[in-house]
């Protein structure tokens, strides 16, 4: 099997080279140009799968999202001259990788998603929960760093980003005030001998000399506290206890797995109780040599935390009428641990397991399995930090089997998951003026008594946040106009689409989207000319949606129990659930 020959993450709004990695020697010229290949392909719109490299066009500018849109039009693996091109885009970046015909696309996908979140992770994310695009510029020799890490002679090495902090420190504040007061590591400085002599001739270069000095003292004061802390110059008086994480052994095996953060990692609601952490015991060297490769050797934390979050996206397809045609369930499981000792023993416990697929289950290497399959528990000695534990596809809800595994009887009716929103779509169509009218129309559909009326009458609402709605129009349109009671709207005529963003479903009024479209010529899309039989040019479109929901899962799966068997303190436990919509398609006939 082969690797990935060489990796390129570039800006999402100029599609400029931030950071290049070349895993096996560049063979010609063609490879050194396929990120101008790729914005070529990008701006042309094409997606026949096959391309030559070509300059990048000039003055290429587009905001992320509209590169992201562009890129889901184009094949997920792209044919070059002489290899195959993979593109996946994360926020604020796109990360580009060249591989062979013998090496698995998907392997190379799943890559490059956790490299994003790598990097994610060390450089900051941006609104969406991708990499920040600013970060990755001030901290592009990190990046060169993680690329180094996160695979060796062109195959996965280190994904899990607890095993990449723990030989890779993340930047810190001071690192960040070093930089500050060096101006960025820029000097204008002359070496002769073993003397290093400057000459600030301008008040730029003046300046310059006065950050780094600066920057010395700081560095100055911050090796003294460390030598203080270390025992070499006394003990201060007040140490707050930090989690200790010596030099790590990478173990033998490779894996495809790799941790994850949910979108709001920090804001977790105590469900399921706290408690005041003891006095730490002492770890002794053999309890640290036992420590799992995942881990770091005997961490100490001052309060025992372990956060559970559980990520469900959604897919489904709705007819015009708003029906249930078919849905899907993919979900993860996300544990945020930070608990004293080598190998602490964690356990966790589901509401109800029945509706997920065993053979889509894919486990993190701190699982063990056998518990899964037996007692259809959680056991692990979890990775220190945020990782994906598990991820899992569920049965169809209204089909024979996910029924039989819940004791009901077969049905014939189609149906699916709850959808927590509606999207009605009135379309109408004039073809002796060519001109067609779009009325979308989104709403909340409650599950239980949260939603509408439970807010006047006073319960805890869970509404819809985030909510999004992508409405087709044809491209060769003259004239486009399009408004909404609420949100934002957006025509891109490039991509032939209407972005609408609602963002929080308000309750005193329903959010609703009209626009009209006159086609250029006078034409149908079934070229009928002017006849007023022509059909209509969206009957074939659908409409995407998008949302986010928290505090609910649409499987109905939760958390019924936390517990760490073999450790003698106590922990500060807190589930929580998130739903989102994924592939949410309405079809407008």
Same mark, same amino acid.
């Given at each position: 099997?082969?690797?990935?020959?060489?990796?390129?993450?570039?800006?999402?709004?100029?599609?400029?080279?931030?950071?290049?990695?070349?895993?096996?020697?560049?063979?010609?010229?063609?490879?050194?140009?396929?990120?101008?290949?790729?914005?070529?392909?990008?701006?042309?719109?094409?997606?026949?799968?096959?391309?030559?490299?070509?300059?990048?066009?000039?003055?290429?500018?587009?905001?992320?999202?509209?590169?992201?849109?562009?890129?889901?039009?184009?094949?997920?693996?792209?044919?070059?001259?002489?290899?195959?091109?993979?593109?996946?885009?994360?926020?604020?970046?796109?990360?580009?990788?060249?591989?062979?015909?013998?090496?698995?696309?998907?392997? $190379?996908?799943?890559? =490059?998603? %956790?490299? *994003?979140? !790598?990097?994610?992770?060390?450089? @900051?994310?941006?609104? /969406?929960?991708?990499?920040?695009?600013?970060?990755?510029?001030?901290?592009?020799?990190?990046?060169?760093?993680?690329?180094?890490?996160?695979?060796?002679?062109?195959?996965?090495?280190?994904?899990?980003?607890?095993?990449?902090?723990?030989?890779?420190?993340?930047?810190?504040?001071?690192?960040?005030?070093?930089?500050?007061?060096?101006?960025?590591?820029?000097?204008?400085?002359?070496?002769?001998?073993?003397?290093?002599?400057?000459?600030?001739?301008?008040?730029?270069?003046?300046?310059?000399?006065?950050?780094?000095?600066?920057?010395? $003292?700081?560095?100055? =004061?911050? %090796?003294? *506290?460390? !030598?203080?802390?270390?025992?070499? @110059?006394?003990?201060? /008086?007040?140490?707050?206890?930090?989690?200790?994480?010596?030099?790590?052994?990478?173990?033998?095996?490779?894996?495809?797995?790799?941790?994850?953060?949910?979108?709001?990692?920090?804001?977790?609601?105590?469900?399921?109780?706290?408690?005041?952490?003891?006095?730490?015991?002492?770890?002794?060297?053999?309890?640290?040599?036992?420590?799992?490769?995942?881990?770091?050797?005997?961490?100490?934390?001052?309060?025992?935390?372990?956060?559970?979050?559980?990520?469900?996206?959604?897919?489904?397809?709705?007819?015009?009428?708003?029906?249930?045609?078919?849905?899907?369930?993919?979900?993860?499981?996300?544990?945020?641990?930070?608990?004293?000792?080598?190998?602490?023993?964690?356990?966790?416990?589901?509401?109800?397991?029945?509706?997920?697929?065993?053979?889509?289950?894919?486990?993190?290497?701190?699982?063990?399995?056998?518990?899964?399959?037996?007692?259809?528990?959680?056991?692990?000695?979890?990775?220190?930090?945020?990782?994906?534990?598990?991820?899992?596809?569920?049965?169809?809800?209204?089909?024979?089997?996910?029924?039989?595994?819940?004791?009901?009887?077969?049905?014939?009716?189609?149906?699916?998951?709850?959808?927590?929103?509606?999207?009605?779509?009135?379309?109408?169509?004039?073809?002796?003026?060519?001109?067609?009218?779009?009325?979308?129309?989104?709403?909340?559909?409650?599950?239980?008594?949260?939603?509408?009326?439970?807010?006047?009458?006073?319960?805890?609402?869970?509404?819809?946040?985030?909510?999004?709605?992508?409405?087709?129009?044809?491209?060769?349109?003259?004239?486009?106009?399009?408004?909404?009671?609420?949100?934002?709207?957006?025509?891109?005529?490039?991509?032939?689409?209407?972005?609408?963003?609602?963002?929080?479903?308000?309750?005193?009024?329903?959010?609703?989207?009209?626009?009209?479209?006159?086609?250029?010529?006078?034409?149908?899309?079934?070229?009928?000319?002017?006849?007023?039989?022509?059909?209509?040019?969206?009957?074939?479109?659908?409409?995407?949606?998008?949302?986010?929901?928290?505090?609910?899962?649409?499987?109905?799966?939760?958390?019924?129990?936390?517990?760490?068997?073999?450790?003698?303190?106590?922990?500060?436990?807190?589930?929580?659930?998130?739903?989102?919509?994924?592939?949410?398609?309405?079809?407008?006939?």
């Amino acid at each position: 099997m082969g690797g990935i020959d060489s990796v390129w993450v570039l800006d999402a709004r100029s599609l400029e080279t931030i950071a290049e990695k070349h895993y096996t020697p560049v063979r010609n010229n063609t490879q050194c140009g396929i990120p101008r290949a790729f914005a070529k392909l990008l701006q042309q719109g094409s997606g026949n799968g096959s391309f030559s490299p070509s300059p990048s066009p000039a003055g290429f500018s587009y905001s992320p999202d509209q590169v992201a849109s562009r890129a889901r039009t184009l094949p997920p693996v792209v044919a070059m001259p002489s290899s195959y091109l993979s593109h996946f885009v994360s926020g604020g970046v796109v990360l580009l990788a060249t591989h062979g015909g013998e090496t698995n696309p998907l392997a $190379v996908r799943e890559w =490059m998603r %956790a490299s *994003a979140d !790598a990097i994610a992770e060390y450089v @900051g994310r941006d609104a /969406t929960g991708g990499v920040d695009g600013n970060g990755v510029r001030d901290h592009f020799v990190m990046v060169y760093l993680l690329l180094e890490e996160l695979a060796e002679s062109g195959l996965p090495w280190r994904t899990d980003v607890a095993q990449l902090k723990s030989v890779l420190p993340p930047p810190t504040l001071g690192d960040k005030m070093l930089r500050a007061l060096s101006g960025g590591g820029v000097a204008a400085t002359s070496t002769s001998g073993s003397t290093t002599t400057s000459s600030p001739a301008t008040p730029a270069a003046k300046a310059a000399a006065a950050a780094r000095g600066m920057a010395n $003292v700081a560095q100055g =004061m911050f %090796a003294k *506290a460390r !030598a203080r802390v270390s025992g070499g @110059g006394g003990t201060p /008086t007040h140490v707050p206890l930090q989690p200790t994480t010596p030099p790590f052994t990478p173990p033998p095996m490779r894996t495809m797995m790799s941790s994850g953060t949910p979108p709001v990692p920090n804001s977790h609601s105590p469900y399921m109780g706290n408690g005041s952490s003891p006095p730490q015991p002492s770890f002794g060297a053999a309890e640290a040599d036992n420590a799992p490769p995942w881990r770091p050797r005997a961490p100490r934390y001052a309060s025992n935390e372990v956060f559970v979050d559980i990520v469900e996206e959604l897919d489904a397809e709705l007819d015009s009428e708003g029906k249930c045609v078919r849905s899907s369930v993919i979900g993860e499981l996300f544990v945020t641990s930070r608990l004293s000792g080598a190998s602490p023993e964690l356990v966790v416990r589901l509401s109800d397991t029945r509706v997920i697929d065993d053979t889509s289950v894919r486990f993190h290497p701190s699982v063990r399995t056998a518990r899964w399959t037996s007692e259809r528990m959680l056991n692990l000695v979890p990775p220190d930090g945020t990782s994906k534990i598990m991820t899992y596809a569920t049965r169809d809800p209204a089909g024979p089997a996910s029924r039989a595994a819940r004791g009901q009887k077969a049905t014939s009716a189609v149906g699916g998951w709850h959808l927590p929103i509606y999207v009605k779509p009135v379309m109408s169509w004039d073809g002796t003026t060519a001109t067609g009218k779009v009325s979308v129309m989104v709403g909340e559909r409650p599950k239980h008594p949260q939603g509408q009326q439970g807010h006047q009458q006073g319960h805890a609402a869970k509404t819809c946040d985030r909510v999004s709605v992508r409405v087709p129009i044809p491209k060769k349109c003259e004239r486009v106009e399009f408004n909404a009671n609420v949100g934002t709207v957006t025509c891109d005529m490039t991509l032939g689409v209407v972005l609408w963003n609602i963002g929080k479903i308000p309750y005193d009024k329903a959010p609703c989207l009209n626009g009209l479209y006159t086609m250029a010529g006078g034409g149908g899309g079934g070229g009928g000319g002017g006849e007023a039989s022509s059909p209509p040019p969206l009957s074939s479109g659908c409409i995407a949606a998008s949302f986010s929901l928290h505090g609910e899962t649409a499987t109905g799966l939760c958390v019924e129990s936390i517990s760490v068997p073999n450790e003698m303190y106590k922990i500060f436990k807190a589930f929580k659930a998130t739903l989102k919509g994924g592939r949410f398609h309405v079809r407008l006939a």
